[in-house]
Nanobody, 115 residues
Framework: QVPLVESGGGSVQAGGSLRLSCEDR????????MGWYRQTPGNQRELVAR???????WYADSVKGRFTISRDDRKNILTLELNNLKPEDTAVYYC?????????WGQGTQVTVAS
């Protein structure tokens, strides 16, 4: 069973919002070992947001103030709220969990922002 399953991508106009979810189905990961990345064609995956502790977070400068990472510990769902989206936010978004020194990735979800 795939440990991380994402949902919530889609297409929006610039200025719009989306919410991405990542379900930790096997309850493998603690909050501080989870984060969101994105990737565009021909480029490496880049870190967008992550937890640095159970309640502290880090954001890439390009999304700071617009994206919010959170986690529902009861449901084991990691969420990324994307607001005031820009065309340059267009990418495949991935959630990642780390356990035992190994990276686990979700399948990715496409976000497309039209100008």
């Amino acid at each position: 069973q795939v440990p991380l399953v994402e949902s919530g991508g889609g297409s929006v106009q610039a200025g719009g919002s989306l919410r991405l979810s990542c379900e930790d189905r096997r309850r493998l990961f603690t909050t501080m070992h989870m984060g969101w990345y994105r990737q565009t064609p021909g480029n490496q995956r880049e870190l967008v947001a992550r937890f640095t502790g159970s309640r502290t977070t880090w954001y890439a400068d390009s999304v700071k103030g617009r994206f919010t990472i959170s986690r529902d510990d009861r449901k084991n769902i990691l969420t990324l709220e994307l607001n005031n989206l820009k065309p340059e936010d267009t990418a495949v978004y991935y959630c990642k969990g780390v356990r035992g020194g190994q990276d686990y990735w979700g399948q990715g979800t496409q976000v497309t922002v039209a100008s």
